[in-house]
């Protein structure tokens, strides 16, 4: 189905709040206004956005660590986001979790997980519970070019496979696996033909495109809901930023990233929307004007919350039955 023009608008929005919310948070690490590390998803917008878009509201999603994303737009809950950057009670996970561990179970977002692999299991886990509740529900997993060589990727591909799962993979091949290129990962170009091994489609799309993720993720997300199992989607992207604060980046040039910016998604949807006369300087301004005021709201808003109790600093460890 093509995006109609308020449909893009919403999600020029969303790319544009996901870029000040990162770029804010790039910038309070540096002033190590906030500690620990993080992972930044700039330049990789669109696929936050568009996939986001394309599934149901009581949909599931279990993310990667670079979560801050989908985070944001599954439930919007941006104060809680930012307090949980900055560690306090008030944060989605009561600031224990920080950057790589956000959680928002009230939107059915099952978490973000640092260990590379395990949100593949997980997922198949959680679809798994769908398919026994015969829930018309499915689950949205993330993942990064890199999980697609580790083990628990090909036990939980197998798994969902082999049950028909209702869970869609969302490969963001943002072109390295921390500092490893996917050209001397992997023996083939086309990642998504790793999924013909387990029996489900596989597909590779243009992930700076909205319109081609919005599809593939529509497509593959109302295969699942229909009992026909899993799909890989690999979204072909790129990272803006380092791996991590503490990157150097020394194994890619100045020239490459420079490329890839002339690609932004924000960019090319923008120009798409001028183009059709459904956006104007005014209205642009006003809505990257809105966006920063609401990524600004959110910094002082956590920055007034106060750090969890000390005393609390065993709860939350085991889960209790309420």
Known sequence: ???KIDELLKLYGDMYLIRAFEEKVDELISLAKITGTTHLG????AVMAAANHAI???DYISVTHRDHGFTLLKGGNINGMMAELHGRETGLCKGRGGSSHM???EHRNMGANGIIGACVPLAAGMALALQMRKSEDIILCTLGDGTLNEGACHEGFNLAAVWKLPVVYLCENNQYAMSTPVSEAFAIEDLSVRAQAYGFPGVRVDGNDLQAVYDAV??????ARSGEGPTLIVAETYRWKGHSKSDMQKYRTKEEVEIWKQKCP???TEEMLLGRGALDAGKKTEMINTAYKK?????EYAQGCPF???GTVADYVYYEEV
Request: proline content about 7%; charged content about 35%.
């Open 103 to 105: 959680m928002d179970l």
């Open 295 to 299: 990524v600004a709201d959110a910094v």
């Open 308 to 310: 969890p109790d000390p």
């Open 56 to 58: 149901r509201e009581m």
């Open 42 to 45: 700039i330049g990789q917008e």
């Open 266 to 268: 924000i960019k090319r």
């Open 1 to 3: 189905m093509v995006l």
């Open 218 to 223: 529509t497509e593959a997300a109302d295969r």
